[in-house]
């Protein structure tokens, strides 16, 4: 009676011996070789983000400018408010 092939198949896996799964280093090496000499992509993603800092630093720096020195309005009076509304309410 022959033997179930999954069977077969993991004692025949337990026989090979294991195989590293690290890329050897002169891959690793050519790779990162490559990548560097195009050259744009850090430069380019380095200078988008600092702009981005810098445009957010200046916009909440703006926002603090405008919160301290603009005048503050008094709140308004709630029932005005309704008031207002009721009467511009259009009835069909």
């Excluded at 630093?57 to 400018?65: D, E, K, M, P, T």
């Excluded at 709630?78 to 009835?91: G, H, P, V, Y």
Aim: glycine share 4%.
């Amino acid at each position: 009676m022959k033997r179930d092939p999954i069977t077969r198949l993991l004692a025949a896996a337990r026989r090979c011996p294991p195989r590293s799964r690290e890329l050897p280093r002169a891959v690793e090496t050519r790779v990162l070789a490559q990548w560097r000499s195009l050259g744009w992509p850090e430069a380019f993603w380095l200078g988008l983000l600092r702009r981005g800092l810098v445009a957010s630093l200046a916009l909440a720096g703006a926002s603090l400018v405008l919160y301290m020195y603009l005048p503050k309005a008094q709140s308004p009076n709630e029932l005005a408010l309704a008031d207002t509304m009721i009467q511009n309410q259009l009835w069909p």
